[in-house]
T-cell receptor
C-alpha cells in the first residue's frame, strides 16, 4: 500500500497563476484533510472532507477551493496564486473524523 | 481558540538517555491527542494517538501520557537512539474531532 500520495512534489508559480494539488489514499479512509505548514506558524488546517461528497472549511480556507472527487481523491485548487500562499502543503487521511490521521509527503509550493 | 505550546523547542542529548517532551494546550475540551515525528523535508509520521478518556498510550520505546483537565501531554522516549533525531509535534483534536491544532514542535538531536 502506498498510503497517502501527493503530486507534484515541487511547484513554482507566478502570482495570479492557478494550479491544483492532487492527493490520493489507498487505505479506504472516509476523511481527508489539507494542511499548510509555514515557519513559525506550524501546521494549519485549510479544508477537510468528512466523507465522500462533503467538504468543510478549516482554519485558513481563504484563497483555496477543494474537490472530493471520490473516496480516494481530494484535490486542492489555488485559483489565483499569491506570494502568501508559498508554503508546504500536506494532505492527510483518517478512517473517520477524530481517528488517527496519516500524512502524505507534501508539496513544496513557491509563488513568485 | 486552541493554542498549543511545546517545550523545549530544541533538545540535544547523548545516545541512551531517557527523555521527556512536553506539550500544553489551552482548551481541555479535546477528542483525542496525536503525537507525530517529522524528519527534515518529509511528511509527518504518526507515533501515538491517545483518546481523551485515556491516561497513557505506549508503543515500543514511546509512552505518551495525557492529563486533559490540566491541558498537558508528555511524550517519553526511552533509551534514545540517533535514529530518533527529528522534530516531534503534538496535536490535540477538538471536541468535534475535525481539527488538529499543532504545536511548534520540539527539535530533537540524539548524538552517537
Amino acid at each position: 500500500n502506498a498510503g497517502v500520495t501527493q503530486t507534484p512534489k515541487f511547484q513554482v508559480l507566478k502570482t495570479g497563476q492557478s494550479m491544483t494539488l492532487q492527493c490520493a489514499q489507498d487505505m479506504n479512509h472516509n476523511s481527508m484533510y489539507w494542511y499548510r505548514q509555514d515557519p513559525g506558524m506550524g501546521l494549519r488546517l485549510i479544508y477537510y472532507s468528512a466523507s465522500e461528497g462533503t467538504t468543510d472549511k478549516g482554519e485558513v480556507p481563504n484563497g483555496y477551493n477543494v474537490s472530493r472527487l471520490n473516496k480516494r481523491e481530494f484535490s486542492l485548487r489555488l485559483e489565483s496564486a499569491a506570494p502568501s500562499q508559498t508554503s508546504v502543503y500536506f494532505c492527510a487521511s483518517g478512517y473517520n473524523l477524530g481517528t488517527e490521521q496519516f500524512f502524505g509527503p507534501g508539496t513544496r509550493l513557491t509563488v513568485l | 481558540k486552541q493554542e498549543v505550546t511545546q517545550i523545549p523547542a530544541a533538545l540535544s542529548v547523548p545516545e541512551g538517555e531517557n527523555l521527556v517532551l512536553n506539550c500544553s494546550f489551552t482548551d481541555s475540551a479535546i477528542y483525542n491527542l496525536q503525537w507525530f515525528r517529522q524528519d527534515p523535508g518529509k511528511g509527518l509520521t504518526s507515533l501515538l494517538l491517545i483518546q481523551s478518556s485515556q491516561r497513557e498510550q505506549t508503543s515500543g520505546r514511546l509512552n505518551a501520557s495525557l492529563d486533559k483537565s490540566s491541558g498537558r501531554s508528555t511524550l517519553y522516549i526511552a533509551a534514545s537512539q540517533p535514529g530518533d533525531s527529528a522534530t516531534y509535534l503534538c496535536a490535540p483534536n477538538n471536541n468535534a474531532g475535525n481539527m488538529l491544532t499543532f504545536g511548534g514542535g520540539t527539535r530533537l538531536m540524539v548524538k552517537p
